[in-house]
């Protein structure tokens, strides 16, 4: 579809379909222009167990769509690769011979589908999966960045923070190194960086009491690296605190309040998501921001927690909560209670350019996950053009779709391996 041919189509769009989240007019028109394009094949895409990369393992897997309009998108979600292609296998019928570009439709069949038994696991990571792809195909289709179908440019670049959660930094942890850390990431521009000190390296109070308890001694030690970097680099970085959701509400209390002094840009899934009232008495009882969650899927699920006053910065993971059209449609109803966005990125470069995308259009963006391991050593063995944050900010790419330009050398060397799950 040429570039003339999208405006015209857009001249017909329906201006009422303009406040439907995430179907924008430009979504609307893109796929009435670009007419059904059927999928055709489903392919996932496995990377070989055995590869290291500066010691990790890349974990997720790929979904490809094939249409008969000769437009392949890519879809992500992790980790692991048997179950997912066992799930992805057994949606294939109700995937094959549908039309690519009717994106809402097919992921509320699926829902529906996977909701005859109780739901969540490998089934529902591959319709996030598939509705990513989906949105790559549209974005193809209409030779537009997926961005400008979701709404255009609410942001014009990303402000970033960098997560450590077991990756290195040039080989620095961040419980060895942490005044180190900061300095390289404040000289980058970098604004935040995310730190796990209650269930990693030296104290790990978690692993000696379960999260049911922690003594006065732990949490001070817990402390160290966050005044070690306040003493090192000030307030030019912001510091978040993830607690891997294996506390309960006391010590999530203890934990919150013994950190109140030191500026905290936000405690993130303190406790497992299973009871918001619990959250809601933590979101009460602390000044700090409580951030959650990637660990929840679905509009519906994020509506409650939103009822329950139980959050102040919302997060999600756009290949485990539903896809990119869930993850507008979360934001969306996040910025009717005044709640900021801030998307977990600490999977694969689908995700990765995905949340870009995703983010850059989002009114209540607050800040992003990057890892710089990922973005940096891992991501670029399998693409070429991965965003990488500049001055402490990365912008999405204007290629169509997701803008991704893969190396064709990493199928090539079986470092990534296609394989046919179904097709007409």
Not at 125 to 139: E, K, P
Not at 226 to 233: D, F, T, Y
Not at 327 to 338: N, P, R
């Amino acid at each position: 579809m040429t570039r003339r041919d999208f405006l015209g189509a857009s001249a017909a769009g329906s201006l009422a379909a303009a406040g439907m989240a995430p179907w924008t007019l430009e979504a609307q028109t893109a796929a009435k222009a670009a007419g059904p394009m059927k999928i055709t094949k489903i392919e996932a895409v496995r990377f070989r167990p055995d590869l290291r990369i500066q010691g990790i393992t890349p974990n997720w897997m790929w979904v490809r769509l094939h249409t008969d309009a000769g437009i392949v998108g890519i879809g992500e979600s992790y980790p692991g690769y048997e179950a997912h292609r066992g799930a992805l296998k057994e949606l294939s019928s109700y995937i094959l011979g549908k039309d690519a570009a009717q994106i809402d439709r097919l992921w509320q069949d699926l829902f529906y589908r996977i909701s005859y038994q109780p739901w969540g696991g490998a089934e529902f990571r591959m319709l996030t999966a598939i509705n990513i792809a989906q949105w790559d195909i549209l974005g193809k289709a209409s030779g537009l960045p997926l961005y400008k179908l979701l709404g255009g440019k609410s942001q014009e670049k990303l402000l970033v923070y960098n997560t450590m959660n077991g990756w290195t930094i040039n080989g620095m942890r961040e419980h060895d190194y942490p005044e180190k850390i900061a300095e390289f990431l404040v000289k980058r521009g970098i604004k935040g960086v995310k730190l796990y000190p209650y269930d990693r390296g030296p104290v790990n109070a978690l692993a000696r009491h379960g999260g049911t308890f922690i003594t006065q001694a732990e949490l001070k030690q817990s402390l160290d690296p966050i005044q070690r970097i306040r003493k090192a680099v000030g307030d030019e970085l912001e510091i978040g605190l993830d607690l891997s959701s294996r506390w309960n509400l006391p010590c999530s209390l203890q934990i919150a309040h013994s950190l109140e002094p030191y500026g905290i840009m936000y405690l993130e899934d303190a406790m497992l998501p299973d009871n918001l009232e619990a959250y809601a008495s933590l979101a009460r009882e602390t000044s700090i921001p409580i951030c959650l969650s990637e660990r929840l899927a679905t509009r519906f699920r994020f509506r409650e927690m939103f009822e329950a006053h139980a959050v102040d910065v919302v997060m999600y993971d756009v290949t485990w909560c539903g896809g990119i059209s869930e993850a507008k449609k979360i934001s969306d109803m996040a910025d009717t209670y005044k709640i900021p966005t801030s998307p977990h990125t600490g999977g694969g470069p689908v995700l990765w350019y995905a949340s870009i995308h995703t983010a850059t259009s989002l009114t209540n963006f607050y800040i992003m996950e990057s890892v710089y391991h990922l973005y940096n050593d891992m991501y670029p063995h399998f693409l070429k053009n991965v965003p990488a944050p500049v001055n402490g900010y990365v912008t999405a790419p204007e290629l169509p779709g997701l803008g991704i330009e893969i190396r064709e050398e990493a199928f090539r060397n079986g470092d990534a391996v296609i394989e046919t799950v179904a097709e007409l």
